[in-house]
């Protein structure tokens, strides 16, 4: 369970990703979001606990994959 901070607020994510870490900047799919081939995010129960967007994936972004997991930002 991730809370990322927005600036303006922090929202609850849900990610398995094995890199995913604390004070990383990371690409968001927030609710509403459309990704490719029309998988649209929404609020959802991931593991019994409430999920409201997607750290994503080189991949989930439209980009080729460089390494599995998610995509950190430096």
Known sequence: MCQVDF????VQIVCGAKNVDAGQF????????TLG??????AAKLRGVDSNGMICSTTEIGLPKLNDGILELR
Do not use: H, L, S
């Not at 990371?26 to 979001?33: D, E, F, N, Y």
């Open 26 to 33: 990371v690409p968001v799919a927030t609710v509403g979001c």
């Open 7 to 10: 600036g303006n607020e922090i």
């Open 37 to 42: 081939e029309g998988f649209k995010i929404k």
